[in-house]
Protein backbone atom coordinates (compact mmCIF):
# COMPACT_ATOMS: atom_id res chain seq x y z
CA UNK A 1 0.00 0.00 0.00
CA UNK A 2 1.35 3.47 -1.25
CA UNK A 3 0.91 6.45 0.61
CA UNK A 4 1.98 9.73 -0.76
CA UNK A 5 2.74 11.46 2.44
CA UNK A 6 6.06 9.62 2.72
CA UNK A 7 7.07 12.20 0.07
CA UNK A 8 6.69 14.71 2.68
CA UNK A 9 8.60 12.60 5.17
CA UNK A 10 11.63 12.13 3.23
CA UNK A 11 11.70 15.95 2.02
CA UNK A 12 11.71 16.54 5.82
CA UNK A 13 14.56 14.01 6.44
CA UNK A 14 16.43 16.00 3.76
CA UNK A 15 15.87 19.49 5.00
CA UNK A 16 18.46 21.35 6.57
CA UNK A 17 16.69 23.31 9.47
CA UNK A 18 14.81 19.82 10.27
CA UNK A 19 13.22 19.89 13.22
CA UNK A 20 11.75 16.93 14.87
CA UNK A 21 8.46 15.56 13.60
CA UNK A 22 5.31 15.45 15.36
CA UNK A 23 2.79 12.68 12.25
CA UNK A 24 -1.06 14.06 13.88
CA UNK A 25 -3.88 11.52 12.22
CA UNK A 26 -6.83 9.56 13.88
CA UNK A 27 -6.18 6.27 14.92
CA UNK A 28 -6.30 3.47 12.55
CA UNK A 29 -4.95 5.84 9.66
CA UNK A 30 -1.63 4.08 9.43
CA UNK A 31 0.93 6.48 11.52
CA UNK A 32 2.69 3.77 12.59
CA UNK A 33 2.89 1.83 9.28
CA UNK A 34 3.46 4.43 7.41
CA UNK A 35 6.37 5.84 9.66
CA UNK A 36 8.20 2.51 9.92
CA UNK A 37 8.00 2.38 5.89
CA UNK A 38 9.68 5.38 6.09
CA UNK A 39 12.51 4.23 8.62
CA UNK A 40 12.86 1.14 6.43
CA UNK A 41 13.64 2.76 2.61
CA UNK A 42 15.25 6.32 4.17
CA UNK A 43 17.38 5.16 6.93
CA UNK A 44 19.53 2.66 7.66
CA UNK A 45 18.12 1.42 11.23
CA UNK A 46 14.67 2.44 13.20
CA UNK A 47 14.06 2.04 16.88
CA UNK A 48 10.28 2.12 17.49
CA UNK A 49 9.08 2.88 20.92
CA UNK A 50 5.16 2.35 22.17
CA UNK A 51 5.14 4.50 24.99
CA UNK A 52 1.34 3.43 25.51
CA UNK A 53 2.93 -0.20 25.96
CA UNK A 54 6.35 1.34 28.14
CA UNK A 55 5.10 3.05 31.28
CA UNK A 56 8.40 2.48 32.82
CA UNK A 57 10.05 4.96 30.37
CA UNK A 58 8.26 7.22 32.18
CA UNK A 59 11.66 7.01 34.56
CA UNK A 60 13.46 8.12 31.69
CA UNK A 61 12.01 11.58 31.06
CA UNK A 62 11.30 12.59 34.43
CA UNK A 63 14.38 14.01 35.34
CA UNK A 64 17.10 15.40 33.14
CA UNK A 65 15.85 15.32 29.25
CA UNK A 66 19.05 16.29 27.82
CA UNK A 67 19.28 14.98 24.03
CA UNK A 68 22.79 13.16 24.90
CA UNK A 69 21.22 11.47 28.09
CA UNK A 70 17.97 9.97 26.43
CA UNK A 71 19.99 8.71 23.29
CA UNK A 72 21.94 6.89 25.85
CA UNK A 73 19.32 5.36 27.47
CA UNK A 74 17.34 4.69 25.00
CA UNK A 75 20.26 2.99 23.26
CA UNK A 76 20.87 1.03 26.29
CA UNK A 77 17.55 -0.18 26.96
CA UNK A 78 16.88 -1.83 23.09
CA UNK A 79 20.66 -2.83 23.52
CA UNK A 80 21.84 -0.90 19.67
CA UNK A 81 23.64 2.61 19.34
CA UNK A 82 21.67 5.16 18.05
CA UNK A 83 23.87 7.12 15.31
CA UNK A 84 23.00 10.96 13.91
CA UNK A 85 21.40 10.79 10.84
CA UNK A 86 21.26 7.30 10.39
CA UNK A 87 18.65 6.21 13.14
CA UNK A 88 15.35 7.02 13.14
CA UNK A 89 13.60 7.40 16.13
CA UNK A 90 9.81 7.03 16.73
CA UNK A 91 8.39 8.08 19.69
CA UNK A 92 4.57 6.52 18.81
CA UNK A 93 1.84 7.44 21.21
CA UNK A 94 3.79 9.99 22.89
CA UNK A 95 1.38 12.09 24.42
CA UNK A 96 1.53 9.29 27.16
CA UNK A 97 4.35 10.62 28.84
CA UNK A 98 4.42 14.96 28.35
CA UNK A 99 7.90 15.15 28.96
CA UNK A 100 8.80 12.83 26.15
CA UNK A 101 6.94 16.14 24.36
CA UNK A 102 9.08 18.65 26.01
CA UNK A 103 11.92 16.98 25.62
CA UNK A 104 11.53 17.88 21.40
CA UNK A 105 12.57 21.43 22.53
CA UNK A 106 15.83 20.47 23.59
CA UNK A 107 16.39 17.61 20.73
CA UNK A 108 15.81 20.47 18.29
CA UNK A 109 18.16 23.21 20.12
CA UNK A 110 21.04 21.41 20.96
CA UNK A 111 20.80 17.74 18.80
CA UNK A 112 19.23 18.42 15.21
CA UNK A 113 20.95 15.72 14.07
CA UNK A 114 18.97 13.04 15.78
CA UNK A 115 15.82 12.38 13.42
CA UNK A 116 12.81 12.24 15.66
CA UNK A 117 9.42 11.22 14.38
CA UNK A 118 6.54 11.39 16.87
CA UNK A 119 2.67 9.94 16.24
CA UNK A 120 -0.10 8.96 18.44
CA UNK A 121 -4.01 8.26 18.76
CA UNK A 122 -5.17 11.49 20.44
CA UNK A 123 -2.27 13.18 19.65
CA UNK A 124 -3.87 15.83 19.00
CA UNK A 125 -6.15 16.45 22.25
CA UNK A 126 -2.96 16.22 24.04
CA UNK A 127 -1.09 19.06 22.03
CA UNK A 128 -4.60 21.52 22.43
CA UNK A 129 -4.68 20.37 26.09
CA UNK A 130 -1.43 22.41 26.83
CA UNK A 131 1.02 19.50 26.67
CA UNK A 132 4.46 21.75 27.26
CA UNK A 133 6.75 21.58 24.61
CA UNK A 134 7.57 25.65 22.85
CA UNK A 135 5.91 26.01 19.75
CA UNK A 136 8.16 26.67 17.08
CA UNK A 137 10.34 23.89 17.91
CA UNK A 138 8.95 21.19 15.79
CA UNK A 139 7.11 20.47 12.45
CA UNK A 140 4.17 18.96 11.56
CA UNK A 141 2.62 16.53 8.71
CA UNK A 142 -1.24 15.00 9.11
CA UNK A 143 -2.30 11.65 7.78
CA UNK A 144 -5.02 11.19 6.72
CA UNK A 145 -7.55 7.60 5.27
CA UNK A 146 -6.27 6.88 1.76
CA UNK A 147 -7.40 9.73 -0.85
CA UNK A 148 -9.17 8.43 -4.06
CA UNK A 149 -5.52 8.59 -5.94
CA UNK A 150 -3.81 5.95 -2.86
CA UNK A 151 -6.91 4.01 -3.45
CA UNK A 152 -6.31 3.46 -7.09
CA UNK A 153 -2.50 2.88 -6.46
CA UNK A 154 -3.91 0.18 -3.74
CA UNK A 155 -5.88 -1.05 -6.49
CA UNK A 156 -3.06 -1.45 -8.77
CA UNK A 157 -3.84 1.18 -11.61
CA UNK A 158 -0.60 3.25 -11.78
CA UNK A 159 -1.91 3.67 -15.04
CA UNK A 160 -5.21 4.82 -15.05
CA UNK A 161 -3.23 7.94 -12.78
CA UNK A 162 -0.78 8.35 -15.17
CA UNK A 163 -3.19 8.73 -17.81
CA UNK A 164 -5.78 11.64 -16.00
CA UNK A 165 -2.51 13.32 -15.32
CA UNK A 166 -0.85 13.47 -18.71
CA UNK A 167 -4.66 14.30 -20.08
CA UNK A 168 -4.56 17.47 -19.69
CA UNK A 169 -7.30 19.63 -19.51
CA UNK A 170 -8.95 17.42 -22.60
CA UNK A 171 -12.49 14.98 -22.18
CA UNK A 172 -11.89 11.63 -21.06
CA UNK A 173 -12.53 8.74 -23.45
CA UNK A 174 -15.90 7.07 -22.12
CA UNK A 175 -13.76 3.96 -21.49
CA UNK A 176 -11.80 5.82 -19.03
CA UNK A 177 -14.46 7.70 -16.95
CA UNK A 178 -16.66 4.22 -17.16
CA UNK A 179 -13.85 2.46 -15.10
CA UNK A 180 -13.06 5.13 -12.92
CA UNK A 181 -16.33 6.11 -11.86
CA UNK A 182 -16.94 2.18 -11.01
CA UNK A 183 -13.48 2.77 -8.84
CA UNK A 184 -15.36 5.91 -7.38
CA UNK A 185 -18.61 3.91 -6.64
CA UNK A 186 -16.44 1.45 -4.75
CA UNK A 187 -14.42 4.07 -2.92
CA UNK A 188 -18.00 5.53 -1.63
CA UNK A 189 -17.86 1.75 -0.25
CA UNK A 190 -15.16 1.19 1.21
CA UNK A 191 -13.02 4.63 2.00
CA UNK A 192 -9.98 5.11 2.70
CA UNK A 193 -9.34 3.36 6.47
CA UNK A 194 -5.97 1.23 5.69
CA UNK A 195 -7.96 -1.66 7.13
CA UNK A 196 -10.95 -1.45 5.28
CA UNK A 197 -8.90 -1.11 1.89
CA UNK A 198 -6.56 -4.38 3.25
CA UNK A 199 -10.12 -5.98 3.98
CA UNK A 200 -11.33 -5.59 0.48
CA UNK A 201 -8.46 -6.50 -1.40
CA UNK A 202 -7.50 -9.50 0.45
CA UNK A 203 -11.15 -11.08 0.74
CA UNK A 204 -13.35 -9.12 -1.78
CA UNK A 205 -16.36 -9.71 0.59
CA UNK A 206 -18.51 -6.99 1.42
CA UNK A 207 -19.47 -8.81 4.80
CA UNK A 208 -15.75 -9.33 6.01
CA UNK A 209 -15.32 -5.35 4.37
CA UNK A 210 -17.96 -4.04 7.02
CA UNK A 211 -17.12 -6.35 9.77
CA UNK A 212 -13.63 -4.54 9.48
CA UNK A 213 -15.80 -1.07 9.50
CA UNK A 214 -17.56 -1.39 12.09
CA UNK A 215 -14.41 -2.73 14.27
CA UNK A 216 -13.05 0.44 13.49
CA UNK A 217 -15.95 2.67 14.25
CA UNK A 218 -16.15 0.46 18.27
CA UNK A 219 -12.92 1.06 18.35
CA UNK A 220 -13.14 4.92 18.26
CA UNK A 221 -16.48 4.78 20.93
CA UNK A 222 -14.28 2.78 22.98
CA UNK A 223 -11.51 5.75 23.00
CA UNK A 224 -14.75 8.26 24.17
CA UNK A 225 -14.29 6.47 27.37
CA UNK A 226 -10.56 5.44 27.67
CA UNK A 227 -9.29 8.90 26.57
CA UNK A 228 -12.02 11.65 26.93
CA UNK A 229 -12.76 13.76 29.98
CA UNK A 230 -15.49 11.48 31.58
CA UNK A 231 -18.05 14.41 32.11
CA UNK A 232 -17.73 14.74 28.29
CA UNK A 233 -18.88 10.94 27.39
CA UNK A 234 -22.56 10.90 26.49
CA UNK A 235 -21.93 14.24 24.88
CA UNK A 236 -18.94 12.86 22.90
CA UNK A 237 -20.95 9.62 22.06
CA UNK A 238 -24.43 12.04 20.79
CA UNK A 239 -22.52 14.28 18.77
CA UNK A 240 -20.67 11.49 16.71
CA UNK A 241 -23.99 9.78 16.38
CA UNK A 242 -25.60 12.50 15.02
CA UNK A 243 -23.26 13.49 12.11
CA UNK A 244 -24.82 11.30 9.37
CA UNK A 245 -28.97 13.14 10.18
CA UNK A 246 -26.72 16.95 10.24
CA UNK A 247 -25.38 15.66 6.71
CA UNK A 248 -28.76 14.38 5.18
CA UNK A 249 -30.29 18.09 5.86
CA UNK A 250 -30.82 19.41 2.32
CA UNK A 251 -28.73 22.56 4.17
CA UNK A 252 -25.86 20.73 5.77
CA UNK A 253 -24.81 23.76 8.45
CA UNK A 254 -24.91 22.10 11.91
CA UNK A 255 -27.89 22.56 14.46
CA UNK A 256 -27.57 21.17 17.71
CA UNK A 257 -31.20 20.16 18.31
CA UNK A 258 -30.28 17.15 16.25
CA UNK A 259 -27.49 16.26 18.50
CA UNK A 260 -30.15 16.25 21.25
CA UNK A 261 -33.64 18.12 22.01
CA UNK A 262 -32.87 21.53 23.68
CA UNK A 263 -28.84 21.11 23.30
CA UNK A 264 -27.00 24.50 23.49
CA UNK A 265 -23.65 25.10 21.81
CA UNK A 266 -21.83 25.85 25.17
CA UNK A 267 -22.73 22.41 26.19
CA UNK A 268 -21.06 20.49 23.73
CA UNK A 269 -18.44 22.49 22.79
CA UNK A 270 -15.41 20.39 24.89
CA UNK A 271 -17.16 17.44 22.70
CA UNK A 272 -16.70 19.10 19.63
CA UNK A 273 -13.40 20.15 20.44
CA UNK A 274 -12.14 16.73 21.19
CA UNK A 275 -13.80 15.27 18.16
CA UNK A 276 -11.95 17.69 15.85
CA UNK A 277 -8.79 17.24 17.81
CA UNK A 278 -8.74 13.38 17.43
CA UNK A 279 -9.04 13.90 13.94
CA UNK A 280 -12.31 11.94 13.46
CA UNK A 281 -14.39 15.07 12.36
CA UNK A 282 -14.14 17.85 9.93
CA UNK A 283 -15.36 21.51 10.69
CA UNK A 284 -15.71 23.61 7.86
CA UNK A 285 -16.87 27.12 8.84
CA UNK A 286 -19.23 29.77 6.67
CA UNK A 287 -17.71 32.75 5.22
CA UNK A 288 -20.02 36.02 4.63
CA UNK A 289 -17.34 37.49 2.05
CA UNK A 290 -15.22 35.90 -0.29
CA UNK A 291 -12.29 37.96 -0.70
CA UNK A 292 -8.52 37.90 1.20
CA UNK A 293 -8.07 36.60 3.87
CA UNK A 294 -11.07 33.84 3.84
CA UNK A 295 -10.57 33.53 7.67
CA UNK A 296 -11.40 37.59 8.13
CA UNK A 297 -14.73 36.94 6.55
CA UNK A 298 -15.49 33.52 8.43
CA UNK A 299 -18.59 33.43 10.73
CA UNK A 300 -18.29 31.46 13.75
CA UNK A 301 -21.99 30.67 14.29
CA UNK A 302 -22.05 28.60 11.31
CA UNK A 303 -20.39 25.90 10.38
CA UNK A 304 -20.74 21.87 9.03
CA UNK A 305 -19.33 19.09 10.78
CA UNK A 306 -18.03 15.65 8.61
CA UNK A 307 -16.89 12.53 9.80
CA UNK A 308 -13.06 11.35 8.71
CA UNK A 309 -13.44 9.01 6.24
CA UNK A 310 -17.00 8.01 3.17
CA UNK A 311 -17.10 4.73 4.10
CA UNK A 312 -17.21 4.83 7.84
CA UNK A 313 -19.72 7.75 7.31
CA UNK A 314 -22.17 5.10 4.75
CA UNK A 315 -21.61 2.33 7.51
CA UNK A 316 -22.97 4.81 10.44
CA UNK A 317 -25.64 5.81 7.84
CA UNK A 318 -26.37 2.30 7.52
CA UNK A 319 -26.55 2.45 3.60
CA UNK A 320 -25.50 -1.16 1.84
CA UNK A 321 -22.88 -1.33 -0.56
CA UNK A 322 -25.65 -2.53 -2.91
CA UNK A 323 -27.56 1.22 -2.46
CA UNK A 324 -24.53 2.75 -4.08
CA UNK A 325 -22.79 0.18 -6.83
CA UNK A 326 -26.48 -0.18 -7.75
CA UNK A 327 -27.46 3.17 -7.57
CA UNK A 328 -31.03 2.64 -6.10
CA UNK A 329 -32.84 5.59 -4.78
CA UNK A 330 -31.72 5.54 -1.06
CA UNK A 331 -28.45 6.28 -2.70
CA UNK A 332 -30.10 9.37 -4.75
CA UNK A 333 -31.34 10.60 -1.81
CA UNK A 334 -27.87 10.70 0.55
CA UNK A 335 -25.59 10.53 -2.00
CA UNK A 336 -24.98 14.25 -2.54
CA UNK A 337 -24.05 13.91 1.13
CA UNK A 338 -21.45 11.37 0.34
CA UNK A 339 -20.25 12.97 -2.40
CA UNK A 340 -19.37 16.03 -0.53
CA UNK A 341 -17.82 14.02 2.47
CA UNK A 342 -15.21 12.97 -0.53
CA UNK A 343 -14.94 16.24 -2.06
CA UNK A 344 -13.98 17.61 1.24
CA UNK A 345 -11.40 14.95 1.62
CA UNK A 346 -9.49 14.98 -1.84
CA UNK A 347 -9.73 18.81 -1.40
CA UNK A 348 -7.88 18.34 2.22
CA UNK A 349 -5.83 15.90 0.71
CA UNK A 350 -4.17 19.19 -1.20
CA UNK A 351 -0.66 20.42 0.37
CA UNK A 352 -1.79 24.21 -1.48
CA UNK A 353 -5.08 24.69 0.16
CA UNK A 354 -4.92 25.90 3.66
CA UNK A 355 -8.31 25.98 5.00
CA UNK A 356 -11.28 25.45 3.27
CA UNK A 357 -14.80 27.02 3.85
CA UNK A 358 -18.15 27.02 2.70
CA UNK A 359 -20.05 30.14 1.73
CA UNK A 360 -24.12 31.24 1.92
CA UNK A 361 -25.77 34.66 0.52
CA UNK A 362 -28.26 36.71 3.22
CA UNK A 363 -30.99 35.04 0.97
CA UNK A 364 -30.33 31.24 -0.33
CA UNK A 365 -27.64 30.73 -2.49
CA UNK A 366 -25.05 28.62 -1.28
CA UNK A 367 -22.07 26.85 -2.61
CA UNK A 368 -20.28 23.96 -1.23
CA UNK A 369 -16.34 25.02 -0.34
CA UNK A 370 -14.46 27.57 -0.84
CA UNK A 371 -10.45 27.82 -0.86
CA UNK A 372 -7.44 30.07 -1.58
CA UNK A 373 -3.96 29.31 -3.03
CA UNK A 374 -1.21 31.73 -3.00
CA UNK A 375 -3.18 34.22 -5.39
CA UNK A 376 -6.50 33.35 -6.16
CA UNK A 377 -10.29 31.89 -4.54
CA UNK A 378 -11.94 29.59 -5.64
CA UNK A 379 -15.92 28.76 -5.42
CA UNK A 380 -16.62 24.67 -5.85
CA UNK A 381 -20.42 23.31 -6.16
CA UNK A 382 -20.51 20.15 -5.79
CA UNK A 383 -22.88 17.26 -7.88
CA UNK A 384 -23.67 14.37 -6.72
CA UNK A 385 -24.65 13.27 -10.53
CA UNK A 386 -24.82 14.73 -13.80
CA UNK A 387 -27.56 17.41 -13.12
CA UNK A 388 -25.35 20.43 -14.02
CA UNK A 389 -27.54 22.90 -12.93
CA UNK A 390 -25.59 25.31 -10.22
CA UNK A 391 -27.70 28.35 -9.33
CA UNK A 392 -25.68 28.99 -6.48
CA UNK A 393 -22.46 29.11 -8.24
CA UNK A 394 -23.67 31.47 -10.86
CA UNK A 395 -24.91 33.68 -8.48
CA UNK A 396 -21.09 33.50 -6.55
CA UNK A 397 -19.65 34.46 -10.22
CA UNK A 398 -21.67 37.17 -10.77
CA UNK A 399 -20.71 38.67 -7.33
CA UNK A 400 -16.78 38.20 -6.96
CA UNK A 401 -15.82 37.26 -10.43
CA UNK A 402 -13.45 34.66 -9.65
CA UNK A 403 -10.40 33.76 -12.09
CA UNK A 404 -11.96 29.93 -12.32
CA UNK A 405 -14.60 29.04 -10.62
CA UNK A 406 -15.36 24.92 -10.40
CA UNK A 407 -17.67 22.18 -10.68
CA UNK A 408 -17.47 19.11 -9.76
CA UNK A 409 -19.88 15.80 -10.88
CA UNK A 410 -19.88 12.92 -12.87
CA UNK A 411 -19.43 14.60 -15.84
CA UNK A 412 -16.90 15.05 -18.45
CA UNK A 413 -13.18 17.42 -17.78
CA UNK A 414 -13.75 20.86 -19.64
CA UNK A 415 -13.07 23.86 -19.30
CA UNK A 416 -15.58 26.74 -20.29
CA UNK A 417 -15.66 30.53 -20.05
CA UNK A 418 -13.99 30.80 -16.25
CA UNK A 419 -15.76 27.09 -15.37
CA UNK A 420 -13.72 24.08 -14.91
CA UNK A 421 -15.80 21.10 -14.73
CA UNK A 422 -13.96 18.22 -12.98
CA UNK A 423 -15.03 15.09 -12.70
CA UNK A 424 -15.46 13.54 -9.28
CA UNK A 425 -12.75 10.84 -9.85
CA UNK A 426 -9.87 13.36 -11.67
CA UNK A 427 -10.21 15.70 -8.43
CA UNK A 428 -6.50 14.58 -7.40
CA UNK A 429 -5.06 16.31 -10.14
CA UNK A 430 -6.70 19.23 -9.31
CA UNK A 431 -3.44 21.59 -8.70
CA UNK A 432 -2.77 20.58 -12.29
CA UNK A 433 -5.63 21.30 -13.74
CA UNK A 434 -5.53 25.51 -11.76
CA UNK A 435 -2.47 26.07 -13.41
CA UNK A 436 -3.60 25.20 -17.17
CA UNK A 437 -7.11 26.25 -16.53
CA UNK A 438 -5.48 29.86 -15.54
CA UNK A 439 -3.96 30.83 -18.30
CA UNK A 440 -7.14 29.93 -20.22
CA UNK A 441 -9.75 31.68 -17.89
CA UNK A 442 -9.89 35.12 -19.75
CA UNK A 443 -13.33 35.43 -19.31
CA UNK A 444 -13.64 34.43 -15.40
CA UNK A 445 -17.32 35.41 -14.43
CA UNK A 446 -19.25 35.09 -17.05
CA UNK A 447 -22.69 34.20 -16.41
CA UNK A 448 -23.63 30.22 -16.42
CA UNK A 449 -25.45 29.51 -19.57
Not at 314 to 336: H, T, W, Y
Not at 354 to 375: H, K
Not at 428 to 435: A, K, P, T, V
Amino acid sequence: MQRLLIKDLIEWKNRKNRLPLILKGARQVGKTWLLSEFGKTAFDDVLYINFENAPALRETFDGDISPQRIVDLLGALHGRRIRPQETLLVFDEVQEIPRALTSLKYFAENAPEYAICCAGSSLGVALHSGTSFPVGKVDFLTLQPLNFEEFLLAGGEDTLIEFIRGNGIREIPKAITDRLTDYLKLYFVIGGMPGAVSSWLETRDFSVLEQKQLAILETYENDFSKHAPKGAVPKLRHLWNSVPSQLSKENRKFIYGLVREGARAREYEEAMLWLLDSGLLRRVGRITKAAAPLKAYEDLKAFKLYHLDVGLLRVMSELSPDAILDGIKIFEEFRGSLTEQFVLSELTGHAFIRNIYYWSSEATAEVDFVFADSRDIYPVEVKAGENLRARSLKVFRERYNPKLAIRTSLSNLRLDGGLLNIPLFALFNLESYLRQGAGDAQTAGRPLE
